[in-house]
Every structure is written in C-alpha cells, then in structure tokens.
Antibody
Framework: DVQLVESGGDLVQPGGSLRLSCAVS????????MDWVRQAPGKGLEWVGR??????????EYAASVKGRFTISRDDSKNSLYLQMNSLKTEDTAVYFC????????????WGQGTLVTVSS | QAVVTQEPSLTVSPGGTVTLTCGSS?????????PYWFQQKPGQVPRTLIY???NKYSWTPARFSGSLLGGKAALTLSGAQPEDEADYYC?????????FGGGTKLTVL
C-alpha cells in the first residue's frame, strides 16, 4: 500500500525555521514527482511546491507565497521528502501535506495525513 | 498567477445529479492543465477522486466522473448520496505550477 507519513510539525516563533519530513513507502519513490500542499485552519487547500525526479534533475517549483523562503528537497536513498521553511510568518500556520505526484507510469494524488505547523509568538 | 474558480456552494437532492466546475482566469481549461479533483470531508485528509481530467482511482465511486465542459473542467456526480456531502477542490497545472480552486461546498439535501 502507498503510504506517506509527515513529521516535524511544531510551534515556532515568527521569523523562525522548521524542517518537515515525509517518509514514503509502497511505491518507487525515485520515479515520482512530489508536492507539498497546505491548509490553514478553516481554509482551503494551497499548493506549496513541487520537486521533480532525478530524470528531471530534481528541479523545483514554488508558489509565490513561499518562494525564496521555503525549499523542497528529497533523498531517494531514504525514500524521504523534505520541506525546509525559513522566515516563517503567522500566515504559514497550516497543516502541511505531502502528496505523491505522477511518474511516467503512475498517477499522483496520494496524500499523507499531514503535520501541523503553528507560527505564533 | 492564475486564479482558479469554483462555485462556492451547491446543493443536490439525494439521487440527483450535479456538476461542479473549475475555471481558469487565463482562458479555457484544457487537458493540458491536467485537472485533478479532490474530496474533503470535515476533519479528514483530502482524497483524490479524478486525475488528468477524466481518470478515476480504484476508490473513486462510479457515480463521479470528470470531463471538460464549456471551457472548464467539470466533476459530475450522478445519483448523489448523503455521504457525498463534502468540500470539493480542483487543481490545475500551469507550466509546472499548480493552483487550487477555492473549493465548492456540496450539500446533499
């Protein structure tokens, strides 16, 4: 079964940093693009960013709201995805989900259970 | 950045049919936007129903279908059930960037 498990969510002060992790199993992680999506309390879904696979040189894309502050990386040897969040703002408070993207042969759209990040003083 | 629009709310009668749409501020939605549809019930993780405009997962109930309709992506629910009451989101791809719609709150009443 496809599984994605996020961790690392915490309470952090404005201006601080945090690193989220997503451990995956049940599929060939290295083949897939991966996304981060967030949801602020009581709000809709917001795409945060994407990292492509090795075939596409691990290139990344980011939403304008996080570009320059957040960095997505991956370690295919550990089947793990990461989100480094710097210069955090109160509006970054949200549940963060990792989401499996597509590969050449399989669709995306598989979600982890999410991890809560609270930015507050 | 493109804006993706959805109906804020819709109501359907049990057993009825409803179509949710997903539009783009940049023009007509095409298959090249690789539309996805997600369902989220209160307190739950979103669940993906449709990928790449029309494709279903093994868990997608047969009563849901995806299409392109009138320049928008569309999610049609035929034979609504009480358990289909939820928030529904679409996302579109723009040259690698993804943008979610604001979501549609579907009431089955």
């Amino acid at each position: 079964d496809v599984q994605l498990v996020e961790s690392g969510g915490d309470l952090v002060q404005p201006g601080g940093s945090l690193r989220l992790s997503c451990a995956v199993s049940g599929f060939t992680f290295s083949d897939h693009y991966m996304d981060w999506v967030r949801q602020a309390p009581g709000k809709g879904l917001e795409w945060v960013g994407r990292i492509r696979n090795k075939e596409r040189s691990y290139t990344t894309e980011y939403a304008a709201s996080v570009k320059g502050r957040f960095t997505i990386s991956r370690d295919d040897s550990k089947n793990s995805l990461y989100l480094q969040m710097n210069s955090l703002k109160t509006e970054d408070t949200a549940v963060y989900f990792c989401v499996r993207g597509h590969s050449n042969s399989s669709p995306g759209g598989y979600w982890g259970q999410g991890t809560l990040v609270t930015v507050s003083s | 950045q493109a804006v993706v629009t959805q109906e804020p709310s819709l109501t359907v009668s049990p057993g009825g049919t409803v179509t949710l749409t997903c539009g783009s501020s940049t023009g007509a939605v095409t298959s090249g936007h690789w539309p996805y549809w997600f369902q989220q019930k209160p307190g739950q993780v979103p669940r993906t129903l449709i990928y790449d405009t029309t494709n279903k997962y093994s868990w997608t109930p047969a009563r849901f279908s995806g299409s392109l309709l009138g320049g928008k992506a569309a999610l049609t629910l035929s034979g609504a059930q009480p358990e289909d009451e939820a928030d529904y989101y679409c996302w579109l791809s723009y040259m690698g960037l993804r943008v979610f719609g604001g979501g549609t709150k579907l009431t089955v009443l």
